[in-house]
Protein backbone atom coordinates (compact mmCIF):
# COMPACT_ATOMS: atom_id res chain seq x y z
CA UNK A 1 0.00 0.00 0.00
CA UNK A 2 1.30 3.35 -0.67
CA UNK A 3 0.09 7.05 0.27
CA UNK A 4 0.70 9.82 -1.57
CA UNK A 5 0.98 13.68 -0.42
CA UNK A 6 0.39 16.28 -2.71
CA UNK A 7 1.97 20.23 -2.81
CA UNK A 8 2.97 22.87 -5.05
CA UNK A 9 -0.37 24.43 -6.18
CA UNK A 10 -1.35 28.09 -5.93
CA UNK A 11 -2.31 30.89 -8.21
CA UNK A 12 -0.51 31.72 -11.08
CA UNK A 13 -1.05 34.18 -13.97
CA UNK A 14 -1.40 32.96 -17.86
CA UNK A 15 1.71 32.28 -19.09
CA UNK A 16 3.13 30.94 -15.79
CA UNK A 17 4.98 28.27 -14.18
CA UNK A 18 4.13 26.26 -11.30
CA UNK A 19 5.84 22.40 -10.44
CA UNK A 20 3.66 19.97 -8.30
CA UNK A 21 5.48 17.32 -6.57
CA UNK A 22 3.74 14.34 -4.67
CA UNK A 23 5.48 12.27 -1.61
CA UNK A 24 4.93 8.65 -1.58
CA UNK A 25 4.80 6.72 1.46
CA UNK A 26 6.52 2.73 1.35
CA UNK A 27 9.45 1.02 0.12
CA UNK A 28 8.29 0.08 -2.64
CA UNK A 29 7.62 2.92 -4.71
CA UNK A 30 9.77 1.77 -7.58
CA UNK A 31 7.39 -0.62 -8.12
CA UNK A 32 4.57 1.93 -8.83
CA UNK A 33 3.59 3.44 -12.29
CA UNK A 34 2.49 7.07 -11.70
CA UNK A 35 0.10 9.50 -12.81
CA UNK A 36 -1.42 13.12 -12.51
CA UNK A 37 -5.25 13.71 -13.00
CA UNK A 38 -7.06 17.09 -12.78
CA UNK A 39 -10.75 17.70 -12.08
CA UNK A 40 -12.50 21.06 -12.90
CA UNK A 41 -15.62 22.19 -10.89
CA UNK A 42 -18.52 20.16 -13.09
CA UNK A 43 -15.80 18.18 -15.11
CA UNK A 44 -14.93 14.40 -15.29
CA UNK A 45 -11.54 13.90 -13.59
CA UNK A 46 -9.24 13.62 -17.03
CA UNK A 47 -5.22 11.77 -17.49
CA UNK A 48 -2.78 14.84 -17.48
CA UNK A 49 0.70 12.67 -17.60
CA UNK A 50 2.37 9.41 -16.62
CA UNK A 51 5.28 7.90 -15.86
CA UNK A 52 6.63 4.08 -16.08
CA UNK A 53 8.09 2.74 -12.55
CA UNK A 54 11.95 3.14 -13.73
CA UNK A 55 10.57 6.65 -15.44
CA UNK A 56 12.49 5.66 -18.63
CA UNK A 57 8.93 5.84 -20.47
CA UNK A 58 6.52 8.87 -19.96
CA UNK A 59 3.09 10.11 -21.86
CA UNK A 60 0.66 12.92 -21.93
CA UNK A 61 -2.81 14.65 -22.50
CA UNK A 62 -2.30 16.57 -25.98
CA UNK A 63 -3.64 19.68 -24.59
CA UNK A 64 -0.47 19.73 -22.22
CA UNK A 65 2.19 18.01 -24.41
CA UNK A 66 4.93 20.27 -24.53
CA UNK A 67 3.84 22.57 -21.77
CA UNK A 68 4.14 19.66 -19.10
CA UNK A 69 6.99 17.56 -18.05
CA UNK A 70 6.15 14.27 -15.72
CA UNK A 71 9.35 12.99 -13.54
CA UNK A 72 10.45 11.02 -10.98
CA UNK A 73 12.85 10.54 -8.14
CA UNK A 74 12.61 6.88 -6.74
CA UNK A 75 15.32 7.44 -4.35
CA UNK A 76 13.26 9.90 -2.75
CA UNK A 77 9.91 8.37 -3.23
CA UNK A 78 8.82 11.26 -4.96
CA UNK A 79 7.21 12.30 -8.20
CA UNK A 80 6.28 15.86 -10.05
CA UNK A 81 5.22 17.69 -12.77
CA UNK A 82 6.35 20.46 -14.37
CA UNK A 83 3.72 22.77 -15.46
CA UNK A 84 4.84 25.80 -17.97
CA UNK A 85 2.78 28.55 -20.10
CA UNK A 86 -0.21 27.39 -17.95
CA UNK A 87 -3.56 28.78 -19.45
CA UNK A 88 -6.93 29.10 -17.61
CA UNK A 89 -8.11 26.18 -18.99
CA UNK A 90 -5.40 24.44 -16.97
CA UNK A 91 -7.41 25.50 -13.49
CA UNK A 92 -8.39 22.68 -11.55
CA UNK A 93 -7.60 20.15 -8.51
CA UNK A 94 -4.51 17.64 -9.35
CA UNK A 95 -4.32 14.38 -8.36
CA UNK A 96 -1.87 12.23 -7.95
CA UNK A 97 -2.04 8.62 -8.31
CA UNK A 98 -0.09 5.24 -7.66
CA UNK A 99 -0.75 1.98 -9.76
CA UNK A 100 1.45 -1.29 -8.96
CA UNK A 101 2.80 -2.32 -11.87
CA UNK A 102 4.94 -5.42 -13.39
CA UNK A 103 5.34 -4.74 -16.86
CA UNK A 104 7.24 -1.49 -16.91
CA UNK A 105 4.67 0.52 -18.87
CA UNK A 106 2.75 3.70 -18.00
CA UNK A 107 -1.36 4.33 -18.01
CA UNK A 108 -3.67 6.82 -18.53
CA UNK A 109 -6.68 5.70 -17.54
CA UNK A 110 -8.08 6.48 -14.26
CA UNK A 111 -9.67 3.55 -13.92
CA UNK A 112 -6.12 1.57 -13.67
CA UNK A 113 -5.08 3.93 -10.46
CA UNK A 114 -5.29 2.20 -6.86
CA UNK A 115 -4.26 5.03 -4.97
CA UNK A 116 -4.85 8.77 -5.06
CA UNK A 117 -3.65 11.81 -2.82
CA UNK A 118 -5.73 14.76 -1.48
CA UNK A 119 -4.99 16.71 -4.34
CA UNK A 120 -4.06 20.19 -4.61
CA UNK A 121 -5.89 23.45 -6.32
CA UNK A 122 -4.16 25.00 -9.44
CA UNK A 123 -5.90 28.36 -10.78
CA UNK A 124 -4.28 30.31 -13.30
CA UNK A 125 -5.72 33.30 -14.43
CA UNK A 126 -6.03 35.39 -17.24
Known amino acids: QVQLVESGGGLVQAGGSLKLSCAAS????????MGWFRQAPGKEREFVAA????????GYAGSVKGRFTISRDNAKNMVFLQMNMLKPEDTAVYYC???????????????????WGQGTQVTVSS
Open 97 to 115: AANWDYSGTYYYTKYDYDY
Open 26 to 33: GRTFSSYA
Open 51 to 58: ISRSGGST
